[in-house]
């Protein structure tokens, strides 16, 4: 097998450039999540509004992913992309406008609240689409044989855009206020939009262009349900998020239990995003690609005791490495699973693949807030993030008991054959 380099996918101009565009677009999506966060909390006070932040997204993102996968699969993706950021933009346009005093300032909390929620909603609608987009878009633009070198690179630009973003939105708050902060988002993603334009379009690799959607999602579900590798890592990810999901009452910790206010807020947010993005930078030099089952697997365990960890904590610095740590396991287990959703995926269905990774993975997200934020109502805040946690580790033993495919997944064996195909 040749030598492992690093940067083979930097190599190609047009991936540096989906890479850009994908910072300033995760950039600014990331500031304005905390934001929605943090201006709910503070004009309420009850984390089940938080819970129902995520709750407003998981639906449309749910009900909608199988079908966005359809169309992904049909249709061009550099403009597909395109007109997805510019549908974002005016979301963050709306959020700039409801933060406004002029137009706000004598709106009842409820109405403002209402919507919020409804532009969360239209979010959701875009997210089913922006996952399917993006994995088929990479593939198009590197080689086969640089899918986990791309997987890796995009995956690190993710995390360093939610890290920066996350401690930008904490300190943004503070500095110039939610409504000034949401103006630099609006402007992020114009940017991002403007510099899409330089990918050129990419070819319909689909050879069933026409084929009626019900038959379609048939063939993508079937070829999902069918592979215990990628079924078994999509199915850990969705656990893991879904009952690890201490992010989403942050701002609960941050403002009543270890009272650190909104830089504080920032650096909670900001220390998970660092440990994933340094391990991300390190799995570019050491793959993670031999045994990779077993290292998904003790990943994630790691996580869940990290969660549970921060669950019990009343010390900021002690919740911030908790913090750290758990963003240290998501970041291996992000590369493990992109690469093998990579390399284990026809180029025709990669659309209704990732958006079965959306609904597992990505809907996940806003469950799992949902789920804390009741969770937190019901039993308060510590004993939410404990149970989570706890969650999580017994889903890891049982999926790595019964999936023998996956404990014993080793991906060296599919890289190097494409690097046979590329000689």
Not at 69 to 98: M, P, T, Y
Not at 273 to 296: C, D, E, H, Q
Not at 315 to 324: E, H, P, T
Not at 357 to 368: A, D, I, K, P
């Amino acid at each position: 097998m040749a030598k492992n380099d690093p940067y083979a996918a930097l190599r190609i101009k047009e991936f540096n450039i989906f890479l850009l565009v994908r910072f300033a677009l995760v950039f600014g999506w990331s500031m304005q999540f905390i934001v929605i966060e943090w201006q709910v909390y503070s004009i309420t006070k009850d984390p089940l509004y938080l819970g129902l932040v995520g709750l407003m997204e998981i639906i449309p993102a749910f009900s909608m992913a199988l079908f966005a996968g359809h169309i992904v699969d049909q249709k061009e993706k550099r403009n597909l992309f395109a007109l997805c950021i510019a549908a974002f933009s005016l979301i963050s346009l709306g959020l700039f406008f409801l933060t406004w005093d002029r137009i706000v300032g004598n709106w009842e909390t409820q109405t403002i609240l209402i919507f919020v929620y409804i532009l969360v909603f239209f979010g959701g609608f875009l997210r089913s689409f922006f996952g399917p987009t993006i994995f088929s878009l990479i593939a198009l633009i590197v080689p086969k044989k640089n899918y986990p070198n791309a997987a890796t690179w995009s995956s690190s630009t993710w995390k360093a855009a939610t890290v920066s973003g996350a401690l930008f939105a904490g300190f943004s708050i503070d500095w110039i206020g939610v409504h000034t902060t949401l103006c630099i988002v609006f402007a992020l993603v114009t940017l991002a939009l403007g510099v899409t334009f330089f990918i050129k379009k990419k070819p319909i690799l689909n050879p069933k262009i026409g084929e009626s959607v019900k038959e379609s999602l048939k063939v993508g579900l079937r070829f999902v349900f069918s592979n215990k590798a990628i079924l078994g890592a999509l199915s850990l990810d969705m656990i893991a998020v879904l009952f690890g999901g201490a992010v989403a009452l942050l701002s609960v910790f941050a403002q009543d239990i270890l009272h650190v206010g909104s830089k504080g807020f920032g650096i909670l947010n900001a220390s998970v995003s660092i440990g994933s993005i340094l391990t991300m930078f390190i799995t570019t030099y050491l793959p993670v690609n031999k045994n990779a089952g077993k290292k998904l697997l003790i990943s994630i365990f790691g996580f869940g005791i990290c969660i549970i960890i921060f669950g019990f904590s009343e010390l900021f610095w002690l919740s911030v490495l908790a913090l750290f740590f758990s963003g240290v396991t998501d970041g291996v287990s992000m590369v493990i699973r992109q690469t093998i959703l990579q390399l284990k995926t026809p180029d025709h269905m990669r659309g209704r693949v990732a958006s079965v990774n959306s609904m597992f993975v990505g809907s996940s997200n806003e469950l799992g807030a949902f789920e804390s934020g009741l969770a937190a109502k019901i039993l308060g805040p510590s004993i939410a993030v404990v149970f989570g946690g706890v969650m999580t580790l017994i889903t890891v033993a049982g999926i790595g008991i019964k999936n023998k495919t996956l404990r014993d997944l080793d991906l060296t064996v599919d890289i190097e054959e494409f690097e046979k195909e590329e000689v």
